[in-house]
């Protein structure tokens, strides 16, 4: 049998393979128990997703709610919203017993006919995005059986910030008025791109405006993180010195994807009894690099000739601020109406990034492979 790597890259097993968040656990327990929604907000990849489902994990949590977790960062409008809320309800109350998934089976009057049943009667969800002439009538109800479930509900949406973009103009609005009606369900609300969900969530003009608890997510502790990293790492008979982690934390900036995807390949190398330094990090760094590097091609095909020049300026200055400043221009033979039509396709296709006025490629090993491979301090 093929040996567990303990360094997961995506998904939740448990709470032996998750880094520390233990204060982060508990004040979103604090804030759900208090009946608050929460607001949670962090970059990505730092592992909000990861701190939801381990407080989804708790057993204080897991015997007195219903969890959902529904990821809609690739919708596009209500329809799409919708269907992902109401297939992910239905695949959760499918583990839990027949009562449960039955009771909501016969709520969805609108599209009762979409579900169907296999051989051992168990429901399927035989419904597509198309299937959903009425996404209001859908989504009233989805909350109808939320408020009205044998247990409190705990909802969480990640990337909310993008229900902002989608076309229709009334959605916040829609949503916060069924939300504001729930007695029986708690919402947390994670987003990514933190000046869209400042403004969602502290904008007098916004819907949820003064709705939730603001609650920010940073990186993991390093000595923490050291510490978790020897404890799996000595599974292998390895360990990670110090400074190689030190090094290790401060290029992926505390970014725990790209410290897990190190660690992982780390891990999976042949050769135990084994310390890891530095040299091997930067190794392990390039490996990935070697790996990725015709999907970083292809990715840099699909750009036109500016937005490729404008991202490479950008990944040239690692941290980049005042991009429509003449020193900047000029050090990179751009223009100003360049940069800003650039900018504003390469955020919303997630190429960078911008908080508090600094601009980053959103991938550090992208961002690295823009820079030729070569690791700067």
């Not at 269907?83 to 998934?101: D, H, I, N, P």
């Not at 509900?153 to 989608?166: L, M, P, T």
């Not at 109406?337 to 919303?348: C, D, P, R, W």
Request: net charge neutral; proline share 3%; charged share 25%.
């Amino acid at each position: 049998m093929a040996q567990f790597n303990p360094f997961l890259i995506e998904g939740y097993r448990s709470a032996e393979y998750f880094c520390d968040r233990v204060d982060d656990t508990q004040l979103l327990h604090e804030h759900i128990s208090n009946q608050r929604n929460v607001a949670l907000i962090s970059p990505r990849r730092l592992g909000k997703s990861g701190l939801i489902h381990n407080f989804f994990f708790q057993d204080e949590v897991r015997k007195h709610y219903h969890t959902f977790y529904i990821d809609i960062y690739d919708t596009k409008n209500l329809t799409e919203f919708t269907y992902a809320f109401g297939k992910c309800v239905f695949e959760m109350l499918k583990s839990t017993g027949r009562q449960a998934w039955e009771t909501f089976v016969n709520v969805l009057k609108s599209l009762k006919l979409g579900v169907t049943f296999d051989i051992n009667g168990m429901p399927e969800w035989g419904i597509s995005v198309g299937d959903i002439h009425s996404p209001d009538v859908l989504l009233d109800e989805i909350f109808s059986y939320l408020e009205h479930a044998e247990k409190p509900c705990i909802v969480a949406f990640d990337e909310f910030q993008v229900i902002a973009g989608y076309p229709e103009k009334t959605v916040e609005a829609t949503l916060r008025k069924r939300i504001q009606n729930c007695k029986n369900v708690h919402f947390i609300y994670a987003g990514s791109k933190r000046h869209m969900m400042a403004e969602m969530f502290a904008s007098h003009a916004r819907p949820f405006y003064n709705s939730s608890a603001l609650m920010g997510l940073g990186a993991i502790d390093e000595a923490k993180y050291l510490e978790f990293a020897n404890r799996h790492l000595s599974k292998n008979q390895q360990r990670i010195s110090a400074d190689a982690f030190h090094f290790l934390y401060q290029w992926t900036e505390g970014v725990t994807w790209h410290i897990q995807v190190i660690l992982n390949g780390l891990y999976a190398r042949k050769d135990t009894e084994r310390d890891f330094t530095q040299s091997d990090v930067l190794q392990e760094i390039s490996n990935i690099l070697q790996r990725n590097t015709f999907a970083y091609k292809a990715l840099l095909f699909q750009l036109p000739p500016k937005q490729k020049q404008v991202l490479y300026a950008i990944a040239k200055e690692g941290k980049a601020n005042k991009i429509t400043s003449q020193a900047f221009l000029r050090k990179h033979a751009l223009t100003a109406s360049t940069v800003q039509g650039a900018v504003k396709v390469l955020l919303e296709r997630d190429f960078i990034t911008l908080d508090e006025g600094i601009y980053q490629v959103n991938d550090r090993f992208f961002e690295l492979f823009l820079n030729d491979g070569v690791i700067t301090p």
